[in-house]
């Protein structure tokens, strides 16, 4: 299995990261606002696990949101 990996950036609001993780991830409104939070202050944060082909269109679509995630 891989990791979908989220990466902090001076960019993006909280708000636009939790809500994107909602959409994006199918997260619960306080998983969507932890995750943000670790990415806040660690760097990054796994926000999802899956196969390759699961995670590719979530991570497409985190990126055209403007967030930077990768699949590791």
Same mark, same amino acid.
């Given at each position: ?20 993780? $909602? ?7 306080? #998983?969507?606002? #932890? ?5 806040? +202050? ?9 196969? +390759? ?17 990768? $699949?590791?």
């Amino acid at each position: 299995l891989k990791d979908l990996v989220v990466f902090n950036d001076d960019v993006n609001t909280f708000e636009h990261v939790i809500n994107t993780l $909602i959409r994006v991830c199918k997260h619960t409104p306080e #998983q969507a606002e #932890q995750c943000t939070w670790i990415i806040h +202050y660690k760097g990054k944060c796994k926000v999802k696990t899956g196969t +390759y082909e699961e995670l590719r269109p979530m991570k497409d679509a985190i990126c055209e949101a403007g967030i930077d995630a990768k $699949i590791v």
